[in-house]
């Protein structure tokens, strides 16, 4: 049973920083892709950040040149670096893991798994 808990959330003034983490346990799949997402009430989940399991990453406009992600593989854990936080960036922030494994040049996606979410509160 695959678990992935976040931490890091909590109130911050505009242009203030937090560091947000994910860490998953439970999966025997050693090849994983992580991500970021976040949401609003009433608004869709939207993707902020992924990370490759090499540590390649790429970032949606919203974070880019604010926002870095990395992660640290024998922690099992991602991280978000955010900077020069705005009140626009106030949401629930979610860690997605998605598991696969590689036959050849093969790529099997075997599961995913969500966290339950950190809340990010940024005070104008």
């Known amino acids: 049973h695959v678990q992935v808990v976040e931490s890091g959330g909590g109130l911050v003034q505009s242009g203030g920083s937090l560091r947000l983490s994910c860490v998953f346990s439970?999966?025997?799949?050693?090849?994983?892709?992580m991500d970021w997402y976040r949401q609003v009430p009433g608004k869709e989940r939207e993707l902020v950040a992924h990370?490759?399991?090499?540590?390649?990453?790429n970032y949606e406009d919203v974070a880019a040149g604010r926002f870095t992600m990395s992660r640290d593989n024998t922690k099992n854990t991602a991280y978000l670096q955010m900077n020069n936080l705005k009140p626009e960036d106030t949401a629930v922030y979610s860690c997605?893991?998605?598991?696969?494994?590689?036959?050849?040049?093969?790529?099997?996606?075997?599961?995913?798994?969500w966290g339950q979410g950190t809340q990010v509160t940024v005070r104008a």
């Open positions: 990370i490759s399991i090499s540590g390649a990453t």
């Open positions: 997605h893991v998605d598991f696969y494994t590689t036959y050849g040049d093969r790529v099997v996606w075997i599961q995913d798994a």
């Open positions: 439970g999966s025997t799949c050693s090849d994983n892709a």
